[in-house]
């Protein structure tokens, strides 16, 4: 019986162990730390957080607030994705140099790039203030005075922390407000760009591969923080200095192999893991089909055009890319979670939970979840189709939507009027540069009429209800001012009264304005009015989970915050009798090769590396690694986070997820969900013998041999 226990423990254990999370860097001590040593790790949570001595956390940036980049040298050389730096090196690009086309490498640091407004921010340090922030809230007050004193304490919490002069803080709610830490941050602004790889290596496959398995992309560039001649954070200078890091990883050439232990460092986005089973389906069977739909009739036109004439394919190119890759998260994310039964899942834990709850306070928050979602759900699903058509995808519609911006601001006086006219006109220039009226009519038109289908009636502005779309469309891709910068700009000419006067004269405005008008004042207004409502409930039932599940696996929902996230290497199985292996390799490179194609084109040099085999140390028995599969639960933001190694070194780059596991952003699943990385020796073998950048090799250090 004794042998029984003790074998189920172990399986259980060993079941648990891969069980997904992101958890906090300061929070490792105990439980983290000994899973992690149960999956092979060797590292202890001081070697990976610390504030007293260096430790990994220091080399680990949130670059420019959406990815996450790692020092990898004592000069302040960073690494992240392709996709990341994207539009940085787009906007060094010009017709004669096309980095994004052909790549881009500094062979002397003063050769590297200057980035206005670029920045990366590093976490000194994080405390846990919940106590503080929570004092004075309490079930006797209304939500509103609950919410007003957290507010304040925060204020407090920040006011008076203790910090360098150059340094910042913040406070972010965990666990949906039940948990409080606050952070310690510097941020530098003076980052370089060093290296990119042609589109060819940095975006192989493109939309095509992307969330896909199996993947060969070079999804990497690299930048440098400098600083002052104190080390410190400052505006660009000439006289900066290449960053002295606190520490900085080094880099391991010995590869992975199937079952090695991984951990992902970085700065995960958004996940949603405790919501009741009314939101999933909500999600999954309400939202997610009209995005979906949205995007589809988007795409199918633009790609048509984009196929047909190559100036148009030049400017929608990263249009197009930004709106297929949701539109391709959101359909495996549905697959995904029906095919999990992920809302069957939350049902069994919530008839459980309703048992437990029975007779306590807490016994009527599914049916406050239910009553509250219900309630929503129109506003929800105008909000979507109002951002998909008007934001997204119809472009004249979203120029429209900046001109209301711009009239709202007359509120506030002429001066405020003619500096936001300024910076309306300077967005609507790089807007129009890349804008095609042949496309966006079509877009128009097909979308417009969609929205007139499916947008719920309460939400649709009675003025425009009797719109006939195919004449409405002609005529404003006839005749209004919103078709071009030269006759925008030409409308924005004059005083404010006599701007305020021509646009709403303009037969796409009329039409935009009320639109926009219905997203301020109707149909955000219910949304926001129901949220608050929502968070309370969804406050005190994750509390209640974690008092009544105590043995069950609670982690925090991802918020922009710095995570560790831990797991192995290991392949999967997308559907019954295919098993994926986890590593790809450079053979698969030339299996997809497309010449000529602008998704699955290689260049000439690296198929002369391939056949002459020149992969100097970085290959294993001949085989050029690519991207490899872990088991590490990511999401959005962990775009350019580390993989390191059981001993604190990198092996790889995060920068992708495999579709069938998109849905782990609500609800992660061990089997299915796997995070995509590029293999460490790939980006070297790049940066050596494809670009020949010597320089940056010799600054790193690479280690070879398991230490
Ligand atoms: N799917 C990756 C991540 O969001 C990569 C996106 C960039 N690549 C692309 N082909 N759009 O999300
Ligand atoms: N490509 C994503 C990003 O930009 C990371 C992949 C994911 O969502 O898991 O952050």
Redesign the pocket.
């Known amino acids: 019986m004794k042998t029984l226990k003790i074998l189920i423990l172990l399986i259980t254990i060993n079941l648990t162990a891969q069980q997904g999370g992101m958890w906090i860097p300061s929070q490792l001590e105990g439980a983290r730390e000994k899973e992690m040593k149960s999956l092979g790790s060797n590292l202890s949570a001081a070697a990976i957080y610390a504030i007293d001595k260096p430790s990994i956390k220091d080399a680990i940036v949130h670059f420019n607030g959406g990815c996450t980049a790692e020092v990898i040298s004592k000069k302040g050389l960073l690494l992240t994705n392709h ?1 990341c730096g994207y539009g940085a090196i787009q906007s060094h690009s010009t017709t004669e140099h096309d980095y994004l086309e052909d790549g881009f490498w500094a062979y002397k640091q003063k050769q590297e790039l200057e980035n206005k407004g670029m920045f990366v921010t590093f976490i000194k340090r994080i405390d846990d203030v919940t106590v503080q922030i929570l004092t004075g809230a309490s079930e006797n007050n209304s939500d509103k005075e609950n919410q007003d004193i957290i507010s304040q304490n925060i204020k407090t919490a920040i006011k008076n922390v203790k910090k360098e002069a150059w340094q910042d803080a913040n406070v972010k709610a965990f666990y949906k407000g039940n948990q409080y830490f606050l952070f310690v941050t510097e941020k530098y602004k003076d980052i370089r760009l060093v290296g990119a790889p042609p589109s060819s290596i940095g ?1 192989f496959g ?2 095509t591969d ?2 896909m398995w199996p993947r060969h992309s070079g999804d990497f560039s690299l930048f440098r923080i400098y600083a002052d001649k104190n080390n410190r954070p400052a505006e660009y200078s000439k006289d900066n200095k290449p960053y002295k890091p606190v520490h900085y990883l080094p880099v391991s050439v010995d590869g992975v192999a199937e079952e090695d232990f991984t951990l992902v460092y970085g700065f995960p986005g958004r996940t949603n893991e405790y919501l009741p089973s009314v939101a999933l389906n909500q999600i999954v069977y309400k939202l997610n089909p009209v995005k979906i739909d949205i995007r589809d009739k988007a795409l199918k036109i633009v790609d048509k055009h984009m196929r047909s004439d190559n100036e148009i394919k030049i400017k929608y190119a990263s249009k197009f ?2 709106i ?2 949701y539109w391709k998260k959101w359909i495996g994310e549905n697959q995904g979670i029906e095919k999990s039964k992920a809302i069957q899942k939350k049902q069994e834990l919530e008839n459980a939970f309703a048992e437990k709850v029975k007779g306590s306070t807490n016994e009527s928050l599914l049916n406050d979840f239910n009553k509250l979602y219900k309630e929503v759900e129109e506003a929800s699903l105008a909000r979507e189709i109002w951002i998909e058509t008007v934001y997204r995808n119809v472009e004249l519609l979203n120029a429209t939507f900046r001109m209301y911006q711009l009239e709202l601001s007359a509120a506030k006086g002429k001066e405020a009027f003619n500096k936001q006219k300024e910076s309306t006109l300077k967005r609507y220039k790089g807007f129009y540069k890349n804008y095609s009226a042949k496309v966006d009519q079509e877009v128009f038109e097909t979308l417009v009429s969609n929205y007139f289908k499916v947008n719920p009636k309460k939400y649709t502005p009675k003025e425009i209800l009797n719109t006939n779309v195919s004449e409405l469309t002609k005529e404003i891709y006839n005749n209004s001012s919103f078709i071009s910068y030269d006759a925008i700009s030409k409308l924005l000419e004059g005083d404010m009264k006599t701007v305020l006067e021509k646009i709403n004269t303009d037969k796409a405005y009329q039409f935009g304005k009320e639109l926009a008008a219905s997203f301020y004042n109707v149909i955000n207004a219910d949304f926001n009015a129901i949220q608050p409502k929502i968070a309370v409930v969804q406050k005190k039932y994750m509390k209640a989970l974690m008092d009544h599940f105590p043995e069950e696996r609670f982690f925090p929902d991802a918020n922009s915050t710095l995570r560790v996230t831990y797991g192995q290497v290991k392949g999967y199985e997308p559907k019954d009798a295919v098993y994926y292996r986890p590593v790809s390799n450079l053979k698969g490179i030339i299996e997809k090769y497309v010449p000529g194609d602008y998704e699955f084109d290689v260049s000439e040099k690296l198929l002369d590396l391939y056949k002459s085999k020149d992969f100097g140390d970085y290959a294993k028995d001949g085989k050029m690694p690519v991207n490899f599969l872990g088991t590490n639960h990511t999401t ?1 933001g962990n ?1 350019g986070s580390p993989v390191i190694d059981k001993n604190g070194n990198l092996i790889g780059l995060n ?2 997820r495999v579709w069938e596991g998109t849905m782990s952003d609500y609800n992660y699943d061990p089997e299915i969900c796997r995070n995509i990385m590029v293999d460490v020796r790939y980006i070297l073998f790049i940066i050596d013998k494809y670009a020949g950048t010597k320089r940056l090799i010799k600054e790193m250090d690479l280690v070879h041999g398991k230490k």
């Open positions: 996709h975006k493109a939309d992307n969330w890319a930004s297929a890759n959005g775009s920068f992708d």
